[in-house]
């Protein structure tokens, strides 16, 4: 049915093309058109089960690495002689794996569950007229040729052709994101490429009626519908992975492939020398692989960013999948909604046209503050009765109230229409309060807003009992009415040349995106017989002008300076009108005064190269459809760009699933959008994601701090175990221990460095370029040599253990010594306990080593000795918990005998600390290094 233009053709036209009458289809016939349409309902399109998503998780290749680590320890636990180390290794791996792959799972879960809050929307019932009654059905029964009732509070059920309104009004903003209600008619609208908002003779499922009453018949249901093709949409639109999950599946491939190549080198050897069975030199292989693999990194990285969603919390900012912390710092382009994320969603009165004079009204938002200025003076409202006049006149054509705002967020809150609350507002500015007015004044009648009419009345009497006409409406419509004005305390004629006049004020108005409604009245001599419209509103007496606009928030200007700033390019999509969108944008500094603004309209007449060429330059778009935001997001990602999205209606959630991160609006947001969201803003305000990006980006800074601290440990682990193995030796470390160490001792301090203070000026750096790997030259150049000397620093520690306390000669003794029964000839020891101590001296200046190079990798830019340490509480809390649980594993009884560790003594800790000096002086940029990236770091802290 949808390629009919129904907006565009009469009534007469939908009912025959419909096959229809104005007394609906009978039974018999809407079954047959079930059956040919299907169910008014949601169809879910293309999803994976749980188990299926689940079994996903285990696909990454650290992951799988992993979990072969665990088969092999367990197969060795249970036909090797390995007193049970191999079960508790794969124990300990297994969890690791568990963990990370159930939170992944939830992680995915609640990210496609927007469909589910989608059907919830949907009306249950609907009113409908079949064989000439009207019955009351579920409205997934509803067919194409329906005709159905609606009423104010009801949810429209599916899309429709109006056929008749009387003062019609429903609220779209879960389709286009504004707030005020639309007027609907049943007169044909003959626009090009209409939007949502301009098709006023159409209802839209899942759209509320707000006022009066009307009938429609339904053109489309089911997936059809409008809302079906957003649902569509979003099932349709693919979650990318994050920058930072785009790192660590990079990362795992490239240390799968080291891991890989190093294990069947070692294996080889071993099987070749022959020096030992089956199970030990399938042991060996494991210690190397979990030597390679960071088994604590992603529990780190989850830990961390969680920690970043608590903090975020206090920002504002509620984050629902952990991954975006992350993304959030990585954000190059911010696409905002104008309504309510820009602007405050609170229309205020501006400017005022009075007894030939403009007034500026200062103030914004529903707050007391606020004055009235003319050229360039304070005006005293109260002493000039025409301004009492037109402020009364507004508050006695309304139909909003004023109440106290329970938040305190402002002075008042309103309840009803946002334009007719403005009205009040400035009222209580002026210090005419509702009540008072109110108290002069009884309302007799109204004479309702209608779309076609423009414009609204009130009867009221007064306190004498003299009836008053009170009229507001569109300035050209309500003008055509008046034959006198009130000018200078006197009622006189109003000629031509004055309403001309009139007229340029309101084009001077409009040229300043204001809504600008005007104020007149008529005394009444007599009541009129039903208070025809055309008998109470004419010669009516002009008054003056009211005009009003949702101002920019107070914060935003400064916002989008800290963007430009940091190298972000906000751009802002709304569905109003161009006029308001370049007004609103050129005040907040997004374009200047004659700036470029796309519509919806003219992204439809663009080819796909034409649009491609746009969208790099063009930083406001009006008037847009759900389709025009998806491809203004999916075109900047393919761009190489990292976009944020805002949204708060149903119409937002494609957009905003597809975008690299998600943001809901957590005030005004709709649960479908919520649910498609990364990002939820509790204060719906444009700052708040502002403020999410710093503290993402100081994420993802301490991020790579503990990835560069925790691959420099594992490599030193990889070229210990791999030398020593190479040159004949045993093992110098142990599975167990290795992961004890990659779990309990650098954990901590890793995920102390997650919360570690932010470097300086994290916002006066432009964005990491999208593609560009977390692991650079810079990094990995890092990683080696730290990684190299800490392995200098261990082999050290296990050859002087060897040759002291067991008189082993490198490159004599070592072949030719059964380790596990011989007896040292020169000390007298077996060789196992020999072994054993050399094991236990690694393991401790591994792990000594690491506690001091840590605090080289606080800081990208600068080495330990030129930084502050005093406010890295939390790293000194960890480094402490450390070295305690390192002593108790070494000195421990019971603990010890687990992690296969014999005593220390004081000259063992004496070589140790010798050997680990050198993690204090490494250089936290080496060989290829940050060069580029010092130079802003040093900027930034001049800035600072």
Known sequence: MSEHEWHSNDVEYAMKHLDTTMEGISGSEAQTRLETHGYNELIAIGRIGPLRMFLRQFTDPMVVILLIAIVISVFASMFGDDGGHGLIDAIVISAIVIFNSVFGFVQEYKSEQALEALKEMAAPRALVMRDGLWIEIDSKELVPGDVVALESGARIPADGRVIHAVGFAIDEAVLTGESMAVRKIDDPVHLRNPVIADMTNMVFSGTTVVSGKGRAVVTDTGMNTEFGKIAEMVQESEKDMTPLQYDLEDLGKKLGIIVIILVVIVFAAEVLRNVGGLMEELLTAIALAVSAIPEGLPAVVTITLAIGVQRMVQRNAIVRRLPSVETLGSTTVIASDKTGTITKNEMTVTSLYVNGMTLEVTGVGYNKDGQFIQADKEFDVHQDPHSVKLIEIGQLCSNALLQEDPSGAGDWTIIGDPTEGA??????????????????????????????????????????????????????????????????????????????????????????????????????????????????????????????????????????????????????????????????????????????????????????????????????????????????????????????????????????????????????????????????????????????????????????????????????????????????????????????????TDGFPALALGVDPPEKGVMNRPPRKPGVKMMDRGMMS??????????????????????????????????????????????????????????????????????????????????????DITGSKALMIAVLFSVVLTLATIYVPFVAVLFQCVPLNPLDWVIIGIACIPALLIPPHILFGHYKEEKLAAAAETST
């Open 423 to 744: 009205l009040l507002v400035v009222a209580e500015k002026a210090g005419i309060p509702y009540d008072k007015t109110w108290g002069t004044y009884t309302e007799i009648t109204e004479i309702s807003f209608d779309s076609a009419r423009k414009r609204m009345t009130s009867i009221c009497k007064d306190s004498e009992g003299s009836l008053t006409a009170f009229s507001k409406g569109a300035p050209e419509v309500l003008l055509s009415l008046c034959s006198r004005i009130y000018e200078n305390g006197t009622v006189r004629p109003l000629e031509e040349k004055e309403r001309e006049s009139i007229l340029e004020v309101v084009g001077s108005f409009a040229a300043k995106a204001l809504r600008i409604l005007a104020f007149a009245y008529r005394d009444l001599n007599h009541e009129i017989p039903d208070w025809e419209a055309e008998e109470v509103e004419r010669d009516l007496v002009f008054v003056g002008l009211q005009g009003m606009i949702d101002p920019p928030r107070d914060e935003v200007l400064e916002a989008m300076a800290i963007c430009t700033k940091a190298g972000i390019r906000p751009i802002m999509i709304t569905g109003d009108h161009e006029l308001t969108a370049r007004a609103i944008a050129h005040e907040v500094g997004l374009i200047e005064r004659d700036g470029q603004v796309i519509t919806g309209a003219m992204i439809d007449d663009m080819t796909d190269e034409e649009f491609d060429a746009i969208v790099d330059t063009c930083n406001v778009y009006a008037r847009v459809a759900p389709e025009h935001k998806l491809r203004i997001v999916e075109v900047l990602k393919d761009h190489d760009q990292v976009v944020a999205m805002t949204g708060d209606g149903v119409n937002d959630a494609p957009a905003v699933k597809a975008a690299d991160v998600g943001i809901a609006m957590g005030i005004r947001g709709a649960d479908v959008t919520k649910e498609a969201s990364d990002v939820i803003l509790v204060d719906d305000n444009f700052a708040t994601i502002v403020s999410a990006v710093e503290k993402g980006r100081e994420i993802y800074s301490n991020i790579r701090k503990f990835v560069r601290f925790l691959l420099a440990a594992n490599f030193d682990e990889v070229f210990l175990i791999f030398t020593i193995i190479m040159i004949g030796l045993p093992l110098p470390i142990t599975a167990i221990q290795i992961l004890w160490l990659n779990l309990a």
């Open 782 to 867: 890092f990683i080696l040599v730290a990684g190299f000397v800490a392995f200098l620093a261990s082999a050290i520690a296990f050859f002087w253990s060897l040759t002291v306390y067991g008189g082993w000669i490198p490159g004599l003794t070592g072949p030719l010594v059964d380790w596990t029964t011989d007896v040292s000839s020169v000390t007298g020891l077996t060789w196992d306990y020999v072994l054993t101590h050399a094991r236990t001296t690694v393991f401790a200046s591994v792990v000594f080593f690491e506690l001091l190079f840590v605090w080289n990798c606080r800081d990208e830019y600068h080495p330990v000795w030129k930084t």
